[in-house]
Nanobody, 115 residues
Framework: QVQLVESGGGLVQAGGSLRLSCAASGRIFSINYMGWYRQAPGKQRESVARITTGGSTNYAESVKGRFTISRDNAKNTVYLQMNSLKPEDTAVYYC?????????WGQGTQVTVSS
């Protein structure tokens, strides 16, 4: 059984910060990348940030310079440091792990940014 558990979401004021964590448990083989997606009401799920086991990263244009993704491969854990948060960042954030054979998702954690 593979399980991804997110934590760190909550309610913050615009300009504030949050740090999301995602811990993967169970047997996971040959991870290609770990990352974060988000989905706001009425919108499609979009990729926010991804990081490979080798350390390569990419970010959505809307979060570049504000969000930083990091990971601990040995612990199968990925983090998302979110700074200078804006109301438009409000969404459910989902952890995602892609391996050579499977794609895993967390249940999501709510991030709400008030103005």
């Amino acid at each position: 059984q593979v399980q991804l558990v997110e934590s760190g979401g909550g309610l913050v004021q615009a300009g504030g910060s949050l740090r999301l964590s995602c811990a993967a448990s169970g047997r996971i083989f040959s991870i290609n990348y770990m990352g974060w997606y988000r989905q706001a009401p009425g919108k499609q799920r979009e990729s926010v940030a991804r990081i490979t086991t080798g350390g390569s990263t990419n970010y959505a244009e809307s979060v570049k310079g504000r969000f930083t993704i990091s990971r601990d491969n040995a612990k199968n854990t990925v983090y998302l440091q979110m700074n200078s948060l804006k109301p438009e960042d409000t969404a459910v954030y989902y952890c995602n792990v892609l391996t050579s054979w499977d794609n895993y998702w967390g249940q999501g954690t709510q991030v709400t940014v008030s103005s």
